[in-house]
């Protein structure tokens, strides 16, 4: 992948983060960027939607990746599922609780309405669900119980994110991780 798709790429995922799909433009991701207006459309020709859909790709491949990456560290399924969503915590709080995820704001603004970034936004769900799934496998959950768990922890981690970006406290997402860990626990 070339550095100019991939920077384009990377800033649009910073952007959504902070400002959602409707907040970030296309000449603030070029000026973010650093790359020149031919490439944006050279690498994107259909678009914000093609940007927007490929970011929340990517940043759900990165994300899975850092969730399998930090389950290496530790073989309990709720020690290592705690301890992601506390470094989640700390990212929502270092960032002055703009940030948390490009999935959580973009998909909240686009389900409805562009169903390309839909798509996309529930394939990289399926991501993250995967790396959580196959961790709890690892530790011996039963396939379907595994199969809830995982979409449990998703979803109360966005849930966690929507709240600790509100509050302006990551407390909401150290409470998600605590109860998770008591529960997988048990």
């Not at 031919?38 to 970011?55: N, R, V």
């Not at 700390?90 to 169903?115: D, K, N, Y």
């Not at 119980?145 to 849930?159: P, W, Y």
């Amino acid at each position: 992948m070339s550095n100019a798709r991939e920077q384009i790429l990377q800033t649009t995922c910073v952007l959504l983060e902070k400002q959602g799909y409707h907040g970030t433009g296309l000449n603030e991701i070029i000026k973010e960027s650093g790359s020149p207006k031919g490439s944006l459309y050279y690498y994107f020709p259909e678009g914000k939607e093609q940007i927007t859909a490929e970011a929340v790709l990517q940043s759900g491949n990165q994300t899975a990746e850092r969730i399998r990456q930090g389950f290496t560290e530790s073989s309990n399924a709720a020690k290592a599922i705690s301890d992601f969503i506390l470094n989640i915590a700390g990212h929502v709080e270092r960032s002055g609780f703009a940030a948390g995820s490009p999935l959580t704001a973009v998909a909240m603004e686009t389900a409805t309405t562009l169903p390309r970034i839909n798509a996309a936004c529930h394939e990289a769900y399926q991501m993250l669900k995967s790396a959580f799934y196959d961790k709890l496998i690892e530790c011996g959950y039963s396939k379907t119980k595994a199969d809830e768990l995982a979409t449990f922890i998703v979803s109360a981690i966005e849930g966690g994110i929507i709240l600790s970006r509100t509050s302006h406290t990551a407390d909401p997402l150290r409470l998600v991780a605590k109860q998770l860990k008591v529960l997988l626990a048990l």
